[in-house]
């Protein structure tokens, strides 16, 4: 298979899934701001959810843009990660319509960590298939995010069961780790944790 197949591919899932996570917002019959005001946790939920899946879309864009080889294994590592991705829109819906009970936020947060986790076996298979000295295993064997999202979505796990509420922000705080390219995400990272940073080349990052 080759890569501009696969990418073609994850594009419709992700348009896919984009479309489903609006089309649970239901537009009242009464015209008023009470029957807006009542939709805010669907609206919350599906902002966050939908920011999340931008976010890292457009990461796997960049990494993909990087890549110059796949095999196999990095296909099926990328649809281990889109099925953690389809499922997206039932939790969302669910903790839109439940944002304080304790089980809709835990599984939205369940997913959501699966996702990330899967992103992060995606990226080693990545690695894996191109040459150790190659562009793409360079940036993505520095790059500390996949491990630091994780931390904090076990960190999230754990929140939830003394405020539900946590999971639904708490993915909100994770998007913000992944807006950044990965040139910038490096020099943010030795700025804080000390290290010497070398430059990462601009093309797709």
């Not at 944002?99 to 990226?123: H, K, N, Q, R």
Request: aromatic share 16%.
């Amino acid at each position: 298979m080759t890569k501009s197949r696969l990418e073609a591919f994850t594009d419709g899932v992700v348009a896919i899934v984009l479309t489903i996570l609006v089309l649970d917002i239901t537009i009242p019959d009464d015209p008023s701001l009470q029957t807006l005001w009542d939709l805010r946790n669907t609206f919350l939920a599906y902002a966050i959810s939908f920011i999340f899946v931008a976010v890292i879309w457009v990461t796997h864009h960049r990494v993909f843009q990087m890549t110059t080889k796949i095999d196999y294994s990095v296909v099926w590592a990328n649809i281990f990660w889109l099925f953690w991705l389809t499922l997206c829109p039932a939790v969302t819906s669910w903790v839109g319509r439940n944002p304080d009970a304790f089980w809709p936020e835990f599984s939205y947060l369940v997913v959501y960590t699966m996702w990330s986790f899967s992103f992060g076996i995606l990226s080693k298979r990545i690695i894996k298939a191109n040459d150790p000295n190659s562009h793409v295993a360079r940036v993505l064997t520095r790059d500390k995010r996949s491990r630091l999202s994780l931390g904090i979505s076990l960190i999230l796990l754990v929140a939830v069961f003394f405020w539900p509420l946590a999971g639904l922000l708490g993915r909100f705080l994770v998007s913000g780790l992944w807006i950044v390219s990965y040139r910038k995400a490096d020099y943010y990272y030795h700025k804080l944790f000390g290290g010497v940073h070398t430059d990462i080349p601009q093309d797709g990052t």
